[in-house]
Each structure stands twice: as structure tokens, then as C-alpha cells.
């Protein structure tokens, strides 16, 4: 069984805005074996936190992980995935509904939230994509 770890983060500047979503995916050792951002146009910062779980669960899949723990700054999101949370949001359903298909690929997973510094990789990835989409006018 292979297991990563799985820090993923969202971000919208503005409520909703231009938003990024990130993962960066390593092993227990803290050694990092992918990192991936990606634009996702003007949405919600929780639309943009659940896309990026979506991306780090597919990077993680990818590299052929069984076992995922998954790391989010998003007390909200990680609640829903978990169920202690209804998802009263619309537009987050669909997202809830995916991210719980993702996480059954896996033999086994978890997800907890922790505070935003202790997912400063992540969170720095977010920054760098909604920086770097501005420099270049996109």
C-alpha cells in the first residue's frame, strides 16, 4: 500500500473571484513527489477549495497512491467530506458528490483541516497561480 499525503488548498480573491486551487503531494516523510495548481475563473473560495481536493485526489491517483490523507486549511470542506457538515450550497453539491467518488478509489483515506500556516505550501501555490495570471493579463 502507498500512502501520500495530500495538502491541497483553494483561493479566491474575492467572494466569489479569479480563483486557483493547488496540491502538493508527498510521501509521510514530508518528500514531495508533485505539485499542481490550476486557474479556475471567478468562483466561490469554497467552489475553489473542493476543486482543489478534486486536483490533489487525481495527482494522487496518478502517481498510484492507495492510501490518502488528505490536508486542507477549509474547516467547512473538510466537515462536509466527512459528514458531520450537510451541504446546504447548490453549487457545491456536484463538488461534494465528486470529491466523495475520488476518495472511495482510494483503499483508504482521511481528511482533517489545520491552520493555514500548516499548509503554507499549498496556500503559496494558490497565490503564485493568481499572481502570475495577473502579471500576464489573463
Aim: net charge neutral.
Amino acid at each position: 500500500m502507498t500512502k501520500v499525503i495530500v495538502h491541497v488548498d483553494g483561493g479566491a480573491r474575492g467572494n466569489p473571484g479569479p480563483a486557483a486551487a493547488a496540491s502538493v503531494v508527498s510521501t509521510p516523510a514530508g518528500e514531495v513527489l508533485d505539485e499542481a495548481a490550476e486557474l479556475l475563473g471567478k468562483v466561490t473560495n469554497n467552489v475553489a477549495e473542493y476543486r482543489a481536493l478534486l486536483l490533489g485526489l487525481a495527482r494522487a491517483r496518478a502517481l498510484g497512491a492507495s492510501e490518502v490523507e488528505v490536508v486542507n486549511d477549509s474547516e467547512l470542506i473538510a466537515k462536509q467530506v466527512q459528514g458531520h457538515y450537510k451541504v446546504k450550497h447548490e453549487a457545491m453539491r456536484p463538488l461534494h458528490r465528486q470529491s466523495l467518488a475520488a476518495l472511495k478509489e482510494f483503499e483508504k483515506w482521511s481528511i482533517r483541516s489545520v491552520p493555514r500556516a500548516q499548509n503554507a505550501d499549498a496556500d503559496a501555490l494558490v497565490n503564485q497561480a493568481l499572481d502570475n495570471q495577473r502579471h500576464t493579463g489573463g
